[in-house]
Nanobody
Framework: QVQLVESGGGLVQAGGSLRLSCAAS????????MGWFRQAPGKEREFVAA????????RYADSVKGLFTISRDNAKNTVYLQMNSLKPEDTAVYYC?????????????????WGQGTQVTVSS
């Protein structure tokens, strides 16, 4: 069973950048498509980005397209989310997830393993 641990969250001013990392253990992420989701207080968990097993295809939510970049390093068993031009509405807990499917799903139910999340707070 894959364990996922997110890091890199924190407090940043609007317009700033953060890079989130998701380190896996107990298994190799090369077997999984990987995704990032986020959940703001009082809101449902929403899809942010996903990347295929080999990193040759990505998918983004419209709200982060051109601002966030998902990447992976299978040798390091780690997935990243580079977030630029952050806005207060990006404030949320960010979760990393692993999916055994090859298709890049935006639905949380299609992901098998989840991390505990890392808080990102963007001040105005």
């Amino acid at each position: 069973q894959v364990q996922l641990v997110e890091s890199g969250g924190g407090l940043v001013q609007a317009g700033g950048s953060l890079r989130l990392s998701c380190a896996a253990s107990g298994g190799t992420i090369s077997l999984y498509a990987m995704g990032w989701f986020r959940q703001a207080p009082g809101k449902e968990r929403e899809f942010v980005a996903a990347i295929t097993k080999r990193g040759d295809n990505v998918r983004y939510a419209d709200s982060v397209k051109g601002l966030f970049t998902i990447s992976r390093d299978n040798a390091k068993n780690t997935v990243y989310l580079q977030m630029n031009s952050l806005k207060p509405e990006d404030t949320a807990v960010y979760y990393c997830a692993a999916s055994a499917y090859s298709v890049l799903y935006a639905r949380a139910g299609m992901y098998d393993y989840w991390g505990q999340g890392t808080q990102v707070t963007v001040s105005s």
